[in-house]
C-alpha cells in the first residue's frame, strides 16, 4: 500500500457510496429530451463540456478553495450563491447531506464535524463537493489526487447514469469512460491555474439546460 | 464617496483624483477568497486602487421626494454622464439614460458606476446606445458597477447590448446589495461581437460577474454569483455544452420579496414563445426575497431585447401597474 489514505480515498469515490448520485443527470437528461444526446459520441461531448465548466469553474475550484484554507461556511455560502439551477443546487446539498452523514460515521474528524454543525444549525446548506473535500483533505489526500478522485467519481455515476437512460452498452460506457481521464488531467491542471474570479463561471448552455429540466415532463432523474 | 453633490441634471467638474498605488497583480491569485482582480475593486466601487484615474465615472443617489423620485446627488467625471432625468409615467419612477460620449471601451478604460436608490425611491437606469468594446491590446477594458438599494426601492436596469470587436478583452463588475424589501431587475443581452471578416465570436476575452447580496437585520448574505466568461480563442464556445449553436445571450435578473416559484412557472411559459432557447430558475429564499435567474440564446438582439422586454413588461405591469418599456422613443 503506498499511502494510508489510498483505501479510503477509494471507498470515498465509489460509485456504490450511497449518496444517491443515480438520481441525477446534472443536466443531461435535457439534451437526451432534445435529441443533442443520443448515444456514445453525443453524450462524450456532453461530458467533455461538462468536466471543462461545471466541474473545473465550480466543484473544482471550491475543493481547491477548501484545500487552501478558505473558509468552509463562505464557501458553503459562495456555492449556494453559485449554483443558480435550482435543480443543482438541491442536489449538491441532497448528496452533501448523504456525504456528511457517512462520513460522521466512517471518516470522523474534526474539520467533519465542524461543518457538520454548520449545516444542522442552519448556518450552511451542506454541499457535496465541500463534504467531501472537508473528509479527503481530514484523511490526507493531497490536493490533486483528491481533485481528481473527486471529478472522475462525478463522470463513473453520469456515465453509469447515461448507460441506463440513453441507453448505451456497457462497453461504450468502459469507452467513455476511459476518454474521459483526458479531461480530467485538463481539468485537474486547468484548476490550479484560475483564479478567485473564475469561481461558478459554467457556461450558458449547460446552466440554460439544467434549468429546462425543471419543466420537462418525463424525467428519470431529479436533475 | 468622493462624489460632488450638484443638482439633478448638471453637469459635474471634475475634481482632482488622487491614486493609491496599484493593486497587485493579475489574474491568478494564489490565496484562495481574494483574487487580485476583487481585492482590486472594493464594495463601493470607488477605482481608488486603480493606477490611472478612470476613464469615466458616475455616482447616482436617488431618493423619494413628495411622490416622486430625484436625484439627491449626482457627480461624474471623464467619458460617463447622464442626459437629463424623466419620467416614462405617473408613478414617479425617474429615468435616467447614461451616455459615453467617446462611444466605446477601449484597452485600459476603468468605468465606475456607483447607484443607491434610497428607501421607497425607483429608477430606470439605460444607456443611450450599445457598450462598444474595441481592440484592448495587451490589457482590457473594465466596468465596475456599485449598486445599493434600500427597503422598498426599486432599480431597473436596462443597458442596450453589449458588443466586444475583434481582440477586445472586457470584465464588467457588478456588486449589487439589496434590502429583503427592495426590488431589483437587470436585463442585458451580448452580441458575439463583430470583425471585419464578419465571423463572429473573435473578441478574446468577456468576464461579467454579478454578485447579489441581501443585506438583513443579521449582516448581508450572498443570494447569487452569476458569473459569465468566454473566451473564443481558448476553446470552440459556439457547439454543446456552451452556446448550443447561437450566438447571442440575453440574461435577465430579478430580485424581489413577489418572486415566487407561480411568477417563475408564468414566465418560464412566455419565453417559450420567442425565437430562443431559455432557462429559468430561482434561488434560494434569504431574508424573505427571492431572485429569478432567465438565461436565453439567440441568434438576433431584437429577439432577445423582444423576449426580455415581455418578461420586464410582465412586472412592471403586474407589480406597479406601468405599461412595457419603450425605450427608444426617447
Known sequence: MSSAYQLALQQLCDSALPTGAFAHSLGFETYIERGGVADEGSFGVWLSAFISQQLTYSDGLAIRFLYEDADVGELDEHLSAQLLPRQIREASTKMGARLLEIGTEVFPSAELEAYRALVTTGRAAGHQTLAFAVVARSLGVPFEEALAGYLFATVTSLTQNAVRAIPLGQNSGQRLLRKAHDDVAAAVEHVRRLGRDDFGAVSPGLEISQMRHEWQRARMFMS | MSGAVLGESRAGISPGRVSSPPAASPDLGPCPLRGAHHAAAPKSGSAASSVVPPRGELSLRIAERAGRSVAVQQFHQGALRVLRPHYLDQ????????????????????????????????????????????????????????????????????????????????????????????????????????????????????????????????????????????????????????????????????????????????????????????????????????????????????????????????????????????????
Request: aromatic share 8%; hydrophobic share 40%; charged share 20%.
Open chain 2, 91 to 330: 408613478s414617479g419612477q425617474v429615468c435616467y439614460v447614461m451616455v459615453n460620449p467617446g462611444g466605446a471601451y477601449l484597452g485600459a478604460d476603468l468605468y465606475v458606476v456607483d447607484v443607491e436608490v434610497e428607501a421607497g425611491a425607483s429608477l430606470l437606469l439605460t444607456t443611450q446606445s450599445a457598450t462598444k468594446i474595441y481592440r484592448t491590446p495587451g490589457s482590457f477594458a473594465e466596468q465596475r458597477m456599485s449598486i445599493r438599494l434600500g427597503e422598498g426601492a426599486q432599480l431597473e436596469l436596462a443597458p442596450d447590448q453589449l458588443i466586444a470587436y475583434r481582440e477586445a478583452s472586457y470584465r464588467q463588475d457588478t456588486h449589487v446589495t439589496v434590502r429583503p424589501t427592495s426590488s431589483f431587475v437587470m436585463a442585458e443581452v451580448i452580441t458575439p461581437g463583430w470583425s471585419p471578416d464578419g465571423v463572429s465570436f473573435k473578441y478574446r476575452e468577456l468576464r461579467l460577474r454579478n454578485e447579489i447580496q441581501v443585506e438583513g437585520d443579521d449582516g448581508a448574505v450572498l443570494l447569487a454569483l452569476d458569473n459569465l466568461l468566454i473566451r473564443p480563442p481558448l476553446a470552440d464556445v459556439t457547439g454543446m455544452g456552451f452556446m448550443e449553436g447561437y450566438s447571442h445571450l440575453g440574461s435577465l435578473v430579478v430580485v424581489d420579496p413577489r418572486v415566487d416559484q407561480a411568477l417563475a412557472d408564468e414566465l418560464n411559459r412566455l419565453t417559450a414563445e420567442y425565437g430562443a432557447y431559455s432557462g429559468l430558475s430561482l434561488t434560494r429564499t434569504l431574508a424573505g426575497t427571492t431572485g429569478m435567474f432567465l438565461r436565453s440564446l439567440s441568434n438576433s438582439t431584437e429577439e432577445l431585447n423582444r423576449l426580455l422586454g415581455a418578461c420586464t413588461g410582465l412586472l412592471r405591469e403586474r407589480w406597479y401597474g406601468r405599461a412595457p418599456l419603450n425605450l427608444r422613443k426617447y
